[in-house]
Protein backbone atom coordinates (compact mmCIF):
# COMPACT_ATOMS: atom_id res chain seq x y z
CA UNK A 1 0.00 0.00 0.00
CA UNK A 2 1.68 3.38 -0.90
CA UNK A 3 -0.68 5.56 0.75
CA UNK A 4 -2.29 7.08 -2.10
CA UNK A 5 -5.93 6.50 -2.35
CA UNK A 6 -7.76 6.74 -6.04
CA UNK A 7 -12.13 6.62 -6.02
CA UNK A 8 -13.76 5.04 -7.77
CA UNK A 9 -11.79 2.50 -8.65
CA UNK A 10 -13.81 1.67 -11.52
CA UNK A 11 -15.91 3.98 -13.86
CA UNK A 12 -18.10 3.34 -16.88
CA UNK A 13 -19.76 5.95 -18.52
CA UNK A 14 -21.21 7.37 -21.88
CA UNK A 15 -19.90 9.16 -24.78
CA UNK A 16 -20.00 12.94 -24.05
CA UNK A 17 -20.35 12.09 -20.50
CA UNK A 18 -18.52 14.30 -18.09
CA UNK A 19 -16.25 12.51 -15.05
CA UNK A 20 -14.48 13.35 -12.17
CA UNK A 21 -11.43 11.40 -10.28
CA UNK A 22 -10.42 11.48 -7.33
CA UNK A 23 -7.17 11.58 -5.23
CA UNK A 24 -5.37 11.78 -1.92
CA UNK A 25 -1.83 11.79 -1.65
CA UNK A 26 0.38 10.34 1.19
CA UNK A 27 0.65 12.37 4.31
CA UNK A 28 2.91 14.59 3.99
CA UNK A 29 3.04 15.11 0.11
CA UNK A 30 2.98 17.87 -1.58
CA UNK A 31 2.96 17.17 -5.11
CA UNK A 32 -0.16 15.80 -6.81
CA UNK A 33 1.08 13.89 -10.45
CA UNK A 34 -2.24 12.39 -12.62
CA UNK A 35 -0.90 9.78 -15.41
CA UNK A 36 -2.96 8.13 -17.77
CA UNK A 37 -1.77 4.57 -18.97
CA UNK A 38 -3.08 3.02 -22.27
CA UNK A 39 -2.45 -0.40 -24.20
CA UNK A 40 -1.32 2.16 -26.86
CA UNK A 41 0.70 5.03 -25.35
CA UNK A 42 1.59 3.32 -22.37
CA UNK A 43 2.41 5.80 -19.32
CA UNK A 44 1.77 9.44 -20.24
CA UNK A 45 2.41 12.32 -17.82
CA UNK A 46 -1.02 14.79 -17.59
CA UNK A 47 -0.53 17.23 -15.43
CA UNK A 48 1.40 18.00 -11.81
CA UNK A 49 0.53 20.16 -9.17
CA UNK A 50 2.34 21.43 -6.21
CA UNK A 51 0.58 22.52 -3.00
CA UNK A 52 -2.17 24.20 -4.58
CA UNK A 53 -0.23 25.40 -7.74
CA UNK A 54 0.10 23.84 -11.05
CA UNK A 55 3.80 22.76 -12.08
CA UNK A 56 4.20 20.76 -14.96
CA UNK A 57 2.14 19.90 -18.09
CA UNK A 58 2.63 16.79 -20.26
CA UNK A 59 -0.18 16.19 -23.21
CA UNK A 60 -3.13 17.02 -21.60
CA UNK A 61 -6.59 17.12 -23.79
CA UNK A 62 -8.36 20.72 -23.55
CA UNK A 63 -11.10 18.39 -22.69
CA UNK A 64 -9.35 16.90 -19.37
CA UNK A 65 -8.51 19.48 -16.46
CA UNK A 66 -7.05 19.17 -12.72
CA UNK A 67 -6.80 21.18 -9.45
CA UNK A 68 -5.21 20.54 -6.29
CA UNK A 69 -7.70 21.64 -3.19
CA UNK A 70 -6.06 23.34 0.17
CA UNK A 71 -6.64 19.56 1.94
CA UNK A 72 -4.01 18.76 -1.19
CA UNK A 73 -6.27 16.13 -2.44
CA UNK A 74 -6.48 16.29 -5.77
CA UNK A 75 -9.32 16.05 -8.80
CA UNK A 76 -9.27 15.16 -12.60
CA UNK A 77 -11.71 16.42 -14.48
CA UNK A 78 -12.61 14.69 -17.94
CA UNK A 79 -15.60 16.08 -20.37
CA UNK A 80 -16.80 15.10 -23.49
CA UNK A 81 -15.96 11.98 -23.32
CA UNK A 82 -14.69 10.01 -26.38
CA UNK A 83 -14.03 6.06 -26.33
CA UNK A 84 -10.63 6.76 -26.69
CA UNK A 85 -9.93 7.95 -23.11
CA UNK A 86 -10.86 4.62 -21.60
CA UNK A 87 -7.99 4.03 -19.93
CA UNK A 88 -6.56 3.11 -15.90
CA UNK A 89 -5.58 7.06 -14.41
CA UNK A 90 -2.72 6.85 -11.92
CA UNK A 91 -2.38 9.42 -9.37
CA UNK A 92 1.25 9.76 -7.99
CA UNK A 93 2.49 11.86 -5.23
CA UNK A 94 5.68 13.03 -3.50
CA UNK A 95 6.94 15.24 -1.15
CA UNK A 96 8.79 18.06 -3.24
CA UNK A 97 8.22 20.27 -6.41
CA UNK A 98 10.93 17.95 -8.30
CA UNK A 99 9.98 14.63 -6.84
CA UNK A 100 11.53 12.20 -8.13
CA UNK A 101 10.36 8.99 -5.97
CA UNK A 102 6.84 9.48 -7.24
CA UNK A 103 4.62 7.15 -5.23
CA UNK A 104 1.35 6.13 -7.17
CA UNK A 105 -2.29 5.23 -5.94
CA UNK A 106 -3.73 2.23 -7.40
CA UNK A 107 -5.67 4.06 -10.04
CA UNK A 108 -8.81 4.55 -11.62
CA UNK A 109 -10.22 2.35 -14.90
CA UNK A 110 -12.34 4.52 -16.70
CA UNK A 111 -14.36 2.44 -19.80
CA UNK A 112 -16.39 4.82 -22.01
CA UNK A 113 -18.80 3.14 -23.79
CA UNK B 1 9.30 15.07 -27.51
CA UNK B 2 11.59 12.75 -24.90
CA UNK B 3 11.26 9.14 -25.56
CA UNK B 4 12.31 5.95 -23.64
CA UNK B 5 12.83 2.67 -25.69
CA UNK B 6 12.86 -0.46 -23.15
CA UNK B 7 14.39 -3.37 -23.84
CA UNK B 8 13.08 -6.09 -24.30
CA UNK B 9 9.27 -6.29 -24.90
CA UNK B 10 9.20 -9.30 -22.76
CA UNK B 11 11.13 -12.18 -21.47
CA UNK B 12 10.07 -15.88 -20.35
CA UNK B 13 12.75 -17.29 -18.14
CA UNK B 14 12.93 -20.22 -15.68
CA UNK B 15 13.17 -19.47 -11.95
CA UNK B 16 16.90 -18.98 -11.06
CA UNK B 17 17.79 -17.35 -13.50
CA UNK B 18 19.09 -14.16 -14.01
CA UNK B 19 17.39 -11.17 -16.15
CA UNK B 20 18.40 -8.26 -17.35
CA UNK B 21 16.62 -5.04 -19.29
CA UNK B 22 17.34 -1.85 -20.54
CA UNK B 23 16.24 1.59 -21.59
CA UNK B 24 17.86 4.21 -23.70
CA UNK B 25 16.62 7.83 -24.30
CA UNK B 26 17.54 10.21 -27.07
CA UNK B 27 17.78 12.86 -24.77
CA UNK B 28 19.49 13.25 -21.45
CA UNK B 29 17.92 12.67 -17.89
CA UNK B 30 19.37 13.69 -14.41
CA UNK B 31 17.10 10.48 -13.06
CA UNK B 32 16.32 7.44 -13.91
CA UNK B 33 14.08 5.15 -12.01
CA UNK B 34 12.71 1.70 -12.40
CA UNK B 35 9.16 0.67 -11.12
CA UNK B 36 7.34 -2.81 -11.12
CA UNK B 37 3.43 -3.16 -12.13
CA UNK B 38 1.18 -6.33 -11.48
CA UNK B 39 -2.03 -6.43 -13.02
CA UNK B 40 -4.40 -3.73 -11.54
CA UNK B 41 -2.35 -2.23 -9.59
CA UNK B 42 -0.34 0.93 -9.80
CA UNK B 43 3.47 0.68 -10.20
CA UNK B 44 5.76 0.44 -7.13
CA UNK B 45 9.23 2.22 -7.39
CA UNK B 46 12.09 -0.42 -7.11
CA UNK B 47 15.44 2.09 -7.44
CA UNK B 48 15.80 5.35 -8.03
CA UNK B 49 19.90 6.57 -9.70
CA UNK B 50 20.44 10.38 -9.27
CA UNK B 51 24.15 9.89 -10.81
CA UNK B 52 25.51 8.84 -13.64
CA UNK B 53 27.72 5.95 -13.53
CA UNK B 54 25.90 4.78 -9.77
CA UNK B 55 25.16 1.90 -9.14
CA UNK B 56 21.99 0.83 -6.84
CA UNK B 57 20.72 -2.62 -5.57
CA UNK B 58 17.30 -3.20 -3.74
CA UNK B 59 17.80 -6.80 -2.54
CA UNK B 60 17.94 -9.14 -5.86
CA UNK B 61 17.76 -5.88 -7.48
CA UNK B 62 20.71 -4.31 -9.30
CA UNK B 63 20.17 -0.72 -11.66
CA UNK B 64 23.21 1.38 -12.95
CA UNK B 65 22.53 4.90 -13.91
CA UNK B 66 24.56 4.88 -17.48
CA UNK B 67 27.93 6.99 -17.94
CA UNK B 68 26.24 8.88 -21.21
CA UNK B 69 22.98 9.71 -18.57
CA UNK B 70 21.11 8.23 -21.86
CA UNK B 71 20.51 4.91 -20.64
CA UNK B 72 19.89 2.85 -17.11
CA UNK B 73 19.86 -1.07 -16.68
CA UNK B 74 18.26 -3.03 -14.55
CA UNK B 75 19.51 -6.51 -13.41
CA UNK B 76 17.52 -9.42 -11.35
CA UNK B 77 19.53 -12.12 -9.98
CA UNK B 78 18.05 -15.71 -8.87
CA UNK B 79 14.57 -15.29 -10.54
CA UNK B 80 11.89 -16.07 -8.13
CA UNK B 81 7.75 -16.58 -9.27
CA UNK B 82 7.00 -13.25 -7.41
CA UNK B 83 9.57 -11.54 -10.12
CA UNK B 84 6.00 -11.54 -12.58
CA UNK B 85 4.80 -8.43 -13.77
CA UNK B 86 5.75 -5.50 -15.66
CA UNK B 87 8.98 -3.33 -15.06
CA UNK B 88 9.02 -0.07 -16.11
CA UNK B 89 12.34 2.38 -16.65
CA UNK B 90 11.05 6.08 -16.37
CA UNK B 91 13.18 9.49 -16.81
CA UNK B 92 13.37 12.66 -15.10
CA UNK B 93 14.89 15.76 -16.83
CA UNK B 94 15.21 17.80 -14.29
CA UNK B 95 14.82 21.69 -14.65
CA UNK B 96 11.31 23.06 -15.77
CA UNK B 97 10.49 19.47 -16.04
CA UNK B 98 9.64 19.31 -12.14
CA UNK B 99 8.10 15.96 -11.03
CA UNK B 100 7.28 14.77 -15.07
CA UNK B 101 8.43 11.45 -15.80
CA UNK B 102 8.87 9.64 -19.02
CA UNK B 103 8.09 5.88 -19.01
CA UNK B 104 9.71 3.24 -21.25
CA UNK B 105 7.20 0.85 -22.72
CA UNK B 106 7.84 -1.90 -19.96
CA UNK B 107 9.24 -5.50 -19.93
CA UNK B 108 6.57 -8.08 -19.39
CA UNK B 109 8.70 -10.64 -17.10
CA UNK B 110 6.99 -14.70 -16.88
CA UNK B 111 9.06 -16.85 -14.63
CA UNK B 112 8.37 -20.82 -15.20
CA UNK B 113 8.68 -22.40 -11.48
Given amino acids: ?113 | GQQLNQSPQSMFIQEGEDVSMNCTSSSIFNTWLWYKQDPGEGPVLLIALYKAGELTSNGRLTAQFGITRKDSFLNISASIPSDVGIYFCAGRAGGTSYGKLTFGQGTILTVHP
Fill in chain 1, 1 to 113: DSGVTQTPKHLITATGQRVTLRCSPRSGDLSVYWYQQSLDQGLQFLIQYYNGEERAKGNILERFSAQQFPDLHSELNLSSLELGDSALYFCASSVASQGVEQYFGPGTRLTVT
